[in-house]
């Protein structure tokens, strides 16, 4: 098992700036692909970042790309979400997820564990 604790979120002007951050336990970090998915009311829930297993390879949803960076520190099993020049449109719940098997890292249903999210709202 694996359990995901999200914070950092918040309310924030547009073009402002955020860090998440997700805490995970139960199971060390280097053996799972991390990512960061968001849903906004009446909206899907969708992929934002992820990262592999080691940092190496990264991935980005196109509408966050250039603005944010996702990292992960291994060591105290957590990783983050750089989020710059913040925009209305970024406004959402965000989850942090794992996946503990073979993944496609843009892929909501290679994720088995997730958070409980946390509030992200930008303010035009």
């Known amino acids: 098992q694996v359990q995901l604790v999200e914070s950092g979120g918040g309310l924030v002007q547009a073009g402002g700036s955020l860090r998440l951050s997700c805490a995970a336990s139960?199971?060390?970090?280097?053996?799972?692909?991390m990512g960061w998915f968001r849903q906004a009311p009446g909206q899907e829930r969708e992929f934002v970042a992820s990262i592999s297993r080691s940092g190496s390879n990264t991935n980005y949803a196109d509408s966050v790309k250039g603005r944010w960076t996702i990292s992960r520190d291994n060591a105290k099993n957590t990783v983050y979400l750089q989020m710059n020049d913040l925009k209305p449109e970024d406004t959402a719940v965000y989850y942090c997820a794992a996946a503990s098997a073979l993944w496609t890292p843009t892929s909501k249903s290679s994720f088995n564990y997730w958070g409980q999210g946390t509030q992200v709202t930008v303010a035009s």
């Open positions: 139960g199971r060390t970090l280097p053996n799972l692909g």
